[in-house]
């Protein structure tokens, strides 16, 4: 009985130390290969919504992605994890501004959206957008 309590005990330890390392990305629902992380500012509604839109635009094609939605004040913060080197090529800021005002129109209704572009951790590399 006792070497059965103790196995027990250092699985639940186990456990308790995997939980506590993992990441705070938020939640996550999945779209075509893109993780779609929404932190609690955001419903899981509104991250819905952002899945369906990178889907239907062809951005969740079946390839391994990940994206957070967060949210200061009343503005949206897609959060894109990009290769490294993106963010010092100006050739993409132009489509990175873009991308912040289609998501604005089309899965925000007109609110404001920062894309941040971020490395695989979600630490912010640079930031487009309002």
Known sequence: MKKVFT?????????????????????KLSFEGTDVYYTEEVTEEEAQRLGEYLVQTGFADGREKSVQLAKRDSVYLFRMVVMEGVTKDSTNDLTFEAMAVTLSYNAFNKAPVQLEACDNRFNTLRVYGR
């Open 7 to 27: 196995a027990m005990a250092i699985m639940a330890l186990m456990l308790l130390v995997w939980y506590i390392s993992q990441p705070g990305y938020g939640s």
